[in-house]
């Protein structure tokens, strides 16, 4: 069982940045994501990473986010620039233990998820 711990919410500006990590209890050497819910919306998809390096954005976000994945010490980041406030949500962590992600960001695919950090962005 892989615990994910989410951390580094905070409230920003509009237009400025910051960066949200997650760190799992054992190494993953697999599939990971970010995901976010909006206020009074589902949960949706904002970028993966394979296990080899290879990412993949969700158009809201192309351009501004950056996920990035340090494995030596079982961390996942997600760097975000050009905030807005319709960035503001819970943002979630998830991961499943297979090396390739989805082509679409789809949250039923991934076995372990964290409980989530608060991003406010406000203007």
């Known amino acids: 069982q892989v615990q994910l711990a989410e951390s580094g919410g905070d409230s920003v500006q509009t237009g400025g940045s910051l960066t949200i990590t997650c760190v799992a209890s054992t190494r993953n050497n697999g599939c990971l994501a970010w995901f976010r819910q909006r206020p009074g919306k589902e949960r949706e998809p904002v970028a993966e990473?394979?296990?080899?390096?290879?990412?993949i954005y969700d158009d809201a976000v192309k351009g501004r986010f950056t996920i990035a994945r340090y494995d030596p010490t079982n961390t996942l980041y997600l760097h975000m620039n050009n905030l807005k406030p319709d960035d503001t949500a819970l943002y979630f962590c998830?991961?499943?233990?297979?090396?390739?992600?989805?082509?679409?960001?789809?949250?039923?695919?991934?076995?372990?998820w964290g409980r989530g950090t608060q991003v406010t962005v406000s203007s």
């Open positions: 990473i394979y296990g080899d390096g290879y990412k």
């Open positions: 998830a991961a499943r233990d297979v090396g390739t992600c989805p082509a679409k960001i789809s949250a039923w695919f991934f076995d372990y």
